[in-house]
C-alpha cells in the first residue's frame, strides 16, 4: 500500500490541469501494448505467407514455412501478456464453461482457439506431412517415434496424397486470411467501440490496427528470414528479399494513409475533446507519436525503401537498407500500440487534465515482464526452426 500511495504521488507531481485521483493512475500497462503488437505478428505473418500458396506469388517463397512458424510461435503466447495483467490466468477457463456471445473479449477466446488449432497447425501438419513421415524413418529411435506421432502414423506418400495435402494447404490458407482479419481486427474493433473515449472512438480503428499488424508481420518476417539464411551460412534470394519489401512497402503506404485519413477526420469533426487532444499529442506524446511512430518508424522506412526500388544499388548495400526498415518499422508499430493503449488513457474523462504513466522495471506489470514475453516467442521459434526446419521451399 505504501509503494502504491507513493507511485501515485509521483504521478500526481506530471499532473496537468484538472484530473479525477481515480484517473491519476493508468488501468493498462505496458502489458497490454505488447498484447496487439504479438498478435498483430501473428496475422501480418500469415497474410504473408498466403501470397505464396493463394496468390501464387512465387518470389517469396523462401519465407512461407518461415512466416507459417513465426505465426505459430507468436501465437501460443499471444494470450499470455492479458493473463499476466489480469493476475489470474486459471480464471480464463470460465470463458470457455460459461460463453458470452455478447461479450467481444470472451469470444476473442474461441477465434484465438480457432486461428491455432484449424488454421496455424493444420496448415502446418499437411504442409510438413510427407517430411515427417520421410523424417520417421531415420535418425535415432526418439526421432523416429516423435516424426511418426507428428505424422499421426500416416505412411501414405502417393502424388494422390501429395496432391490432396497441396489442395488441403491451399484450402486452409483461404480459410485462414479472414480468420487473421478477424484475430486482429477485434483487438481495433474493442478500442474503436469504447465511445467514451474520444481518441479511442473511431470506425477506421479496426482496419487501421488490421493493416500496422500486416506492416509489422512483413518486417518482422524480412527481419527473420536475413538473419537466419546468413546464421545458416547460405546465400540470401535478393528476389525474395526485394518482392517481401515491395509487399512492406505496400503495406506501409496505405497504413500511412489511413492514419492521416482518420487524423483528418478528427480534425474536421472538431469535437469537444480535441483541444485536450490536441495538447495530448504536443505534449505527452510528442515524442513517441510524431517522432518515434510518424517519422522513425512510417516515413523514414517508406523513403528507404522507395530509394532501394527506384535506384540502382548493389545487393550488399540493399540489404543493409532493408534490415535497417524492418527494424525501425517494428520500433514505429510498437509505438503505434503504445500511443493507442496508453495515449488513451492519459487524458482526462472531463477533458481538463493530463496524467503521465510511470512504467515499472520489475514486477508483472513491468518493463522486463514486458521484454520477457516478446523474447519468448524467439526462443519458441528458435525451438520450432530445430524440429521443423522451413529450408525444403528455398533448396528446391
Known sequence: MDKLIEHLHLAAQHVSGFIYPNEVELHWSILIVVYPYVTGLVAGAFILASLVKVFNVKEVAPTYRLALLTALSFLLIAALPLQAHL?????????????????????????????????????????????????????????????RACSLFTRDVSPRAL???????????????PSAFLL??????????????PWWNSVLMPVVFLFSAIVSGI?????????????????????????TADFLLYALIIDFSLEMLDFIHRLYQSEESIHILSELVTNRLFISLIIVQLLVGTIVPMGLLVMVKFSRLNDK???????????????????????????GQLFSKSFRGLTVYKMELLGMEGLLAAIFFLVLPLGILYGLLKILPPWKCEET
Not at 219 to 243: E, H, N
Not at 317 to 330: D, N, S, T
Request: proline fraction near 2%.
Open 87 to 147: 493476475g489470474h490466468p486459471e480464471r480464463a477457463f470460465e470463458m470457455f464453461l460459461t460463453p458470452q456471445p455478447k461479450s467481444a473479449m470472451a469470444m476473442f477466446t474461441f477465434v484465438y482457439l480457432w486461428y491455432l488449432m484449424l488454421v496455424l497447425l493444420l496448415e502446418i501438419w499437411f504442409d510438413y506431412r510427407a517430411e515427417f513421415i520421410s523424417w520417421g524413418q531415420k535418425g535415432s529411435r526418439f526421432k523416429r517415434w516423435f516424426y
Open 219 to 243: 518486417a518482422l518476417v524480412l527481419l527473420l528470414y536475413m538473419i537466419v539464411t546468413l546464421a545458416r551460412g547460405k546465400s540470401l534470394d535478393m528476389k525474395c528479399l526485394g518482392r
Open 163 to 177: 496432391e490432396f495435402d497441396k489442395k488441403a494447404v491451399k484450402l486452409i490458407t483461404i480459410v485462414g486470411i
Open 184 to 197: 486482429h481486427g477485434y483487438v481495433g474493433f474493442i478500442f474503436g467501440s469504447i465511445k467514451a473515449n
Open 317 to 343: 548495400l540493399r540489404r543493409i537498407i532493408y534490415f535497417c526498415a524492418g527494424i525501425l518499422v517494428q520500433i514505429g508499430i510498437f509505438s503505434t500500440r503504445w500511443n493507442v493503449v496508453i495515449g
